[in-house]
């Protein structure tokens, strides 16, 4: 998202990213459980009061996380064109810090109890299942084992046992 141009604007927007980011690192180190204003705003480095000023539940500060994190994945499966694309995209994000990835996947399973977090539940297959075509054009069978297998390796890095994306290409 573009900077706004004025200057208390833009150091809203520092510091509720700020608290995005917060969120993810506590949910990826210690599960959703550990959202809470103070645990956020002590992560930020900023005072309590910020975090409901930015956001007005801790409800609605982990559904803005979850919808984070979703834009980065979902932005970037769209960009990929070739299976040889996912595989990198695949072994990019293995490499990463995986309390992203597990962020998501404690976001996910809290959204399975949540109706409020319930459409991003859809969003990554949705994006995926979109992918599949387009790199399976001709190969509808495929696509099904091509959003199980991704869906498998992200689990098995998240798991600590990641895989070797490469077996994407034999799909």
Known sequence: MPEPADGRLRKGERRRRALLEATLRLVGRHGAGAVTQRGVAAEARVPPSAVLYYFASVDELLLAALTTVHDRYVDRLAGVGTLAELVEVLREWSRQD???TVAEYELLLLAVRRPELTPQLRRWDDALEAAAVRLLPDAPERRPLLV???????LAAVLGSPGDPSVLLRI
């Open 148 to 154: 199980a297998g991704v869906n498998g390796l992200c």
């Open 98 to 100: 995986l309390l992203l």
